[in-house]
């Protein structure tokens, strides 16, 4: 089954509005891509960016949303203000949200599920600890958060799910194709049919690596983080799809 690439920065806390020159210097390759590209920048830059890529082949999206739509929840943002100031996806699970703000398996389901109900889509991600992969347990953690964090049924909507080791990110460390491959394989297995959904690898994916990790069968595209805050390195990242 043919699924379209996807190319998805992930900015993180980082950008202001002086950084927009990237989407100029992002379109042309994203015009030229085979694959979907998206980038997340922090709220703040959200409706700028989206404005600014009016008209390109460039997406933006969120890099979490609330579970609810609206109310007295200081600070966060809804999935469908997200949608409101042009998002089409959102980052859902992320290692750094469930480290750093206790957000569980039902959390991820839950805002997963608002994100479908206002129109976006929620690209989850899943990913073992150093400690898990040491002990033999990547294969099983990933398919707990699986089972834990998707909606019902998500052969059903659209929905894109990451890999990414969490000792991975922003390390530098990769890993290797052969547990890429295999995890990816895992996830696929447990995916039910039709196998549309999109399994994108994250973790230190830079234009060094990115031709090899995305050549890999079960891989569908890249969640990229540092090598996604430099035009010319996630310009890169893109060209190396179905190289
Ligand atoms: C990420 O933040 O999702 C990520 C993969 O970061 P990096 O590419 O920097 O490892």
Known sequence: MPRTALIAGNWKMNGLAGDLG?????????????????VCPPATLLALAAKTCSGTAISVGGQDCHARESGAHTG??????????????????HSERRADHGESDAIVRSKAEAALAAGLIPIICVGETQAERESGQAETVVARQLAGSLPE??????????????????TGLTASEADVAEIHAAIRKRLP?????????????????????????????????????KASDFTSIIGAVGR
């Open 153 to 170: 049924n998500p052969q059903k909507m659209e929905l894109v799910i990451a890999y990414e080791p969490v000792w991975a990110i922003g």
């Open 193 to 229: 049919e039709p196998l549309t959904t999109r399994i994108l690898y994250g973790g230190s994916v830079k234009p060094a690596n990115a031709e090899s990790l995305l050549s890999l069968a079960d891989v569908d595209g890249a969640l990229v983080g540092g090598a996604s805050l």
């Open 22 to 38: 990237f989407f100029g210097e992002v379109a042309r390759a994203a015009a030229d891509s085979p694959a979907d590209i998206l």
């Open 76 to 93: 966060d943002i809804s999935a469908v203000m997200l949608r409101d100031a042009g998002a089409d996806y959102v980052i859902l699970g």
